[in-house]
């Protein structure tokens, strides 16, 4: 199951209209707030999942002098709470109190973010945790996103970043979504935007993206050649460090998609029985259907993430 916060950049340029390369335009902060909308009052969310929306910005004072502190740089626009607590009509009211100004302490974003996620109880089963963070602007207030997301941070949450648009910092921003075995998405199109946003149930989504299996080959070289220099050799012992840091990544995904095959079929066994108690079928069908897809990938991700730890045996 998912906590997932949706950090959206607030500073002032998200109120600007953001021209893609294919020709159309559109006010990025509208263009978020709606997509919020749609996918939290759409069933395209994972079921049982709590969600929250949490703004990032950093307001000015008299003489243009940032605010400190960033619980006054952030604000909770809708708490963490499980999806169905909310109606369309009122996540849209709470959305559109959104106001724009300022600039972008992403790092501050990440850390109240976190902080947020943390306080919310796992339970018996344990949840992913998730920000995705939303932003058009280079981080020019606070402390460096990269130096937020250490190691533990790293174990313990998965970062989105979305760019909407080319002015953000593609080289600081996509280290801390792959530290934290998150993605990093340039969009340019309402269509883009909703896609990103998606929690993506997929291969590629949940973790055997290309820069884990290039992470997993490189580790493999560096191991054969170690055995080649002799295991006493400084170069073996390197390959060794190289080769557990990478395993540890990928036995993270791996819990993570065990995780999400046990909730899957789970769900797809609680609507079985709820279509033999007199379920409509057309409801069954809707409501399964993204159920039944997460279950078949997540076996697919499952062998192939079980495939390069093996390869990294040692």
Known sequence: MWDILYAVDASSSMADTHKSPRGTSFVKMDLVRQTIVDLLSGGQLPFGSKLGVMTFQAPTRAGGMFLKGGEEMTKMVIPLSPIEAETKASMTAMLAKIQVSGATPSGIAIEEGLKQLYAVNDGPVKRIKKIVMITDEKSNVGPKPERVVNDEVAQKAIIDVIAIGEKINKDTLSKVATKTGGKFMV???????????KPRIDVRGLGVDETLLADVKKAE??????KKDGTASMGYHQALDVARQVRARANKRLMEVMMIRSQADSEVRVLTAQLEKGLPMQEYARRVWPRASELDQAEKVEKELKSAMDRLAF
């Open 187 to 197: 969009v340019e199109s309402a269509e883009e935007l909703l896609v990103a946003m």
């Open 221 to 226: 070289m560096g191991l054969d050649q170690g």
